[in-house]
Structures are given as C-alpha cells and as structure tokens.
C-alpha cells in the first residue's frame, strides 16, 4: 500500500503505466511488495538481474509479470538501456546478487550497487573503471564490508545515499561505513525519508520528503 501510494503521487494524474521494472536484486526485501503494486502500475518491460528463481517472492512477481503478459529481459553486465534524450541505464555487473547499475546524461553520473557482491569491487578495480560519479548509493543499507572505503574514496561522489529503515532489524548502517563517510554528503532514508534527485545533465538539485 506504502508503495503504491507513493508511485501514485509521484505519477502524473493520466499516465499510470512504467516504461521499465529494474529488478537490480531479487531478494525478498527488495521485491516483496511489488506484484500488487504492479497491477496497478505495469511496467511495459522488465530488466531482471541474478537469478530467476531465488525465493518464493521472486516466483510470485514472476507470475504476476508474466500473467499482465510482462516481457522480462535477464541482465548481463555491458547491457545499455536508452531512456531518451541521451539518458542510459548501464548494467556494469550482474551476478547471484543482482546487478550495479550506472545511470548517465551528460555529465550526472548515478552509481546504484544495488545487488552488489564483494567480488564486484575487484572486477570494477574498486572503482577505478566507474571513475568519480555524482551521487553513490551506498550498498546494502550500509553494511560495511560491501562499501569499503577505497571503492567510496575512488568514486569520490558529490553526494552519497544511504536506504535503510530507522528500526532496521541488523542494527544498519555500520559504523564503520559511517566513518568512512566523515567527508562526504549524507543523505538518509530513515533520517530525511523521500530523496529526490533532479539533474539537467550538468547541475543537480535535491529535495527531501519526511
């Protein structure tokens, strides 16, 4: 219900329908609200990253994608989606976890780990490969050894993001995340609530919803 009500304020009031799903991470906390929302909200193209049948959450938005007639796309790392007007969606890894996600237009640059996994960093070369980018998310509601400080001090984000619930049941973020991030921009979920972004390509402007 929270999240439907969300898209729908969100939406404008004549055009309910998504372009795309990203289902960046199949795990239960990720997707589990998503099949009811859906049927008010379908997406006309699913990206699917990890696998395909991780847990019971993942076999019901999967039937529910399929009975709404859904096309689902697997994601493979080098895979691009254009969005329009030069804005593209880039799947740098995907692996049993999900996926990392770049989002880019001119010169914003959206890092989104979303299904990261350790390995990843070393593929990526701790980020060297991404080079800096604007606003990081960081992974895994902050958990420590998935945001090591060399992969955040290689991207060097103008402003970092951190998803986590104010009474996340395993005690997230981790401190040491936090000390990590003494010098940059915060912004939390469970501190400012809605995060939204906007960008022209060159200046990004933010506003928080509690």
Do not use: C
């Amino acid at each position: 219900s929270l999240l439907s009500n969300a898209l729908g304020r969100r939406l404008p009031p004549f055009h309910r329908e998504l372009d795309w799903l990203i289902v960046a991470s199949p795990t239960t906390e990720q997707i589990a609200a998503l099949p009811r929302a859906l049927e008010r909200y379908p997406p006309r193209s699913v990206l699917w990253a990890g696998p395909e049948s991780p847990n019971r959450s993942a076999d019901y938005l999967r039937e529910t994608l399929t009975a709404l007639e859904i096309p689902i796309t697997l994601a493979a790392p080098g895979h691009s989606l254009n969005l329009g007007d030069g804005v593209s969606l880039r799947v740098l890894t995907a692996g049993p976890r999900g996926a990392i996600l770049l989002l880019e237009w001119e010169n914003f640059r959206a890092l989104l780990p979303l299904g990261a996994h350790e390995d990843d960093y070393e593929s990526l070369r701790m980020g060297a490969d991404i080079g800096p980018v604007t606003a990081l998310l960081l992974a895994d509601n902050g958990y420590a050894p998935l945001n090591p400080p060399d992969w955040i001090n290689t991207l060097n984000p103008q402003l970092t993001l951190l998803s986590v619930a104010a009474d996340d049941s395993s005690g997230r973020p981790d401190a040491g995340t936090l000390d990590v991030l003494g010098g940059y921009s915060l912004l939390r979920t469970d501190q400012h609530g809605w995060i939204h972004i906007s960008t022209n390509g060159e200046h990004m402007w933010v506003e928080i919803e509690k």
